[in-house]
């Protein structure tokens, strides 16, 4: 499949590296010539440099042969422009642009063809419905989401107070109480694949498999208390933090947001008349004292730099806010906040890769594809949700007898809406719906490749 990466920044970037490490044919367009140097010495790419909305380049581009085109410059109108100038050269090319400015929202979607638009993708607004869903159940890290919302694969820190710790995986359901297993553990910073003998520790992340609805059994039952959130710091004005704050205040949560830019401020406490916004320097430690920061129930660093979003939070941890969660715009960041074990980490960039990752997997095949895939373990392994078809092998065999790939683990059967956690004795059939978790290197493209030839 020939892909091409119009622009190299944070988005463009990621998806450079996720796409060739899985070998799709890419070229990247970008307007500097130094950054194209780099991406080319990381990764087995062709570039071009140039305006990628300008038809010479998008020839040059090989456009007129592409099967994708993925337009994620900063500027949504350029994205825009060059999604249709390529669908003018090639009127069976897939398109996806990366469209930031929320005003734009409502008009992508009703306008969609006649941007000759396959797809449109915002990293701030999915950033925070990811957000949103973990302030929904505060003892989880990670929240990811299969088959329509019924079954999640959910992250928990062990601390020495969790009734699992030095306990076999065999015993997790008469501690649990409830249908759950396993699936990845984290533990000093390497990703292991459990049996039911491992032992878990204190300072493990383990993943586990539940049924949504058993969410609220599974805190309650490992003894992790929580409380609903009533009210929510924001430390940053940016996009995020303004879908966030739409969102929490529909819910009935109470805002705080600290912005320290008096135009930006401004704007967001006319856009959020609703919210209590504040002017001022989130990563000054008076500030935060002068705004009752401890009281309240989450505390979530948004601004533009990293660092900074780390320092915010390693404060709020230490100011006994009970759940702190940070947004990071670098992959390697990611590891860095799970290491400080303050909260959940969040990247725009990479749930946005995730998305367009599953695009480019069902538009090259017809079926067989996944229907979900989402990063878990800080990226170092995958769960993915297939459906079960006439070409899937091993229907109706029980799980005991079907030999699976390394390191491959089915966490989850779903049939008529019903939810099973497998066993030796389970199987699947055609029309289930099936969740597999895999390490991040070992590819799984379509559901046949979990199994053993």
Known sequence: MNIIIAGTGKVGGALTRLLSSEGYDLTVIDLHADVLESIVEKHDVISVEG???????????????????????????????????AHA????????ARIRDPEYNDQIYMMRDSFALSMAVN????AATEIARLLEYPGFLQRDSFVQDRVEIVEILLNEKNPLCDKALIDLPSIAKCRVLV??????????????????????????????????????NLGILTRKVRRVALCGGGRVSFYLAKMLLRAGISVLLIEKDPERARELSELLPDADVVLGDATSHTVLEQEDVDRCDAVVSLTGLDEMNIIISLY????????????????????????????????????????????????????????TIHSIASGMAEASEFMVDEKTLNRGKPLRDIRLRKNTLLVCISRNGRMEIPNGNS??????????????????????????V
């Open 89 to 96: 050269l090639n009127p069976k090319i897939h398109t996806i």
């Open 51 to 85: 305006n990628c909305a300008q038809m010479s380049v998008l020839k040059a581009a090989g456009v007129e042969t592409a099967d994708l085109l993925i337009a994620a410059t900063r500027e949504d109108e350029v994205n825009l422009l060059c999604c249709m100038t």
């Open 183 to 220: 699936c990845t553990v984290v533990r000093d910073r390497q990703t292991i694949m459990p049996d039911g003998h491992f032992v878990l520790r204190a300072g493990d992340r383990i993943f586990v498999t539940a049924p949504t609805q058993e969410l609220t059994t599974l805190l309650s």
């Open 427 to 452: 199987s699947f059939e055609t029309g289930d719906t099936v969740v597999v978790v895999t390490e991040r290197n070992s590819m799984v493209q379509e559901l046949n490749d979990i199994f053993q």
């Open 316 to 371: 709020a941890h230490d100011l006994g806010v009970s759940q702190v969660i940070t947004k990071v715009g670098r992959e390697e960041s990611i590891g860095i906040v799970n290491r400080l074990a303050t909260g959940s980490a969040i990247c725009p960039q990479e749930l946005c890769g995730s998305i367009i990752v599953r695009y480019v997997r069902a538009a090259e095949r017809e079926s067989g594809a996944a229907i």
């Open 123 to 126: 990293p701030e607004l999915q």
